[in-house]
C-alpha cells in the first residue's frame, strides 16, 4: 500500500493531455509482447518517433521490464523530452534507486519550469531519498512537494511512512491524520492513522479508523483483517 507515484503520474498525465496516451492492452502477457515485437520493428525504420518510444515504454512497464522501459523513455527523451516522458523516466529510476533520477528531475524542472510540474519534480525526488534510507533529503522534498500543493495527499503518506518505519506512531498518525480534513474519503489515510494507534495499544481508535478506510474502500483486505483481529 506503500506506491502512489505511478497513480500520482498517470492523473498528472491525464490533466495535461498527451498526444501519446498511456497503452492499455488488457491482454495476456503473449499477446502484449507480440506488441511489442510489432512496436520494435515499427520503430527500427522510424527511430525519431518519440511517441513511439513513450508507447514502447509503456508496453514495457505492462511486461514489468522496468529495465527496458528506462531505456526506451530515454530514447523518448532524446528524440525530444516532454513532462510525461521525462516524469514517467523519473518514476522509474527513483524506485530502482537510481541516482540517474536527480539529473532527470533537475533537467525536468529547467525545461519545464510550470508550478503544476514543480510538485511532481519534488515528490519523485523524495521518493528516491526514501528509497535509499535518506529519511532527512527525503522529508524535506516531501515538505516542498506539499508546500507547492498542499493537496498533494501521496507527500503526506510518504512522509508518514517514513516516521511509521522508524516507530515514530504518534507523529506518524499525526501526518496521516492531516490528510482527512482535506480528503475526508480517502481511505488509506484512515487505514495508517488506525495501524499507528493499533501499534501504540489504542485498540477503540484503531478499529474506528479501521470501519472508517472500510467505509470507503470496501477492497481494503488489510483494514478487514486487522478489524477482526481487534474485536
Known sequence: MKGYIVVVL???????GCDNPRVKINTGKDSLLQAAVRMDKALSTDSNNQGLWVKRAQLAEQIKDTTGAIGFYIEANRVYPTPEAMLSLANLMAERKDP???NVTANTSKLFPQKSIEPHVHF???VYYSRIGNSNMATA???????????????????????YDHKNYQQAAT??????????QYADAYY?????????????????HYEQALRFDTSLKEAAIALQKLK
Do not use: H
Open 10 to 16: 498517470l492523473i498528472y498525465i491525464a490533466t495535461i
Open 100 to 102: 540517474r533520477v536527480l
Open 124 to 126: 519523485i525526488r523524495g
Open 141 to 163: 522534498a516531501f515538505d516542498s512537494c506539499i508546500y507547492s500543493d498542499y493537496r498533494y495527499y501521496e507527500a503526506y503518506m510518504e512522509k508518514g511512512f517514513i516516521l
Open 175 to 184: 501526518i496521516f491524520a492531516t490528510i482527512i480534513p482535506l480528503n475526508p
Open 192 to 208: 495508517w492513522v488506525a495501524k499507528c494507534n493499533e501499534m501504540m495499544g489504542k485498540k477503540e481508535e484503531a478499529i474506528l
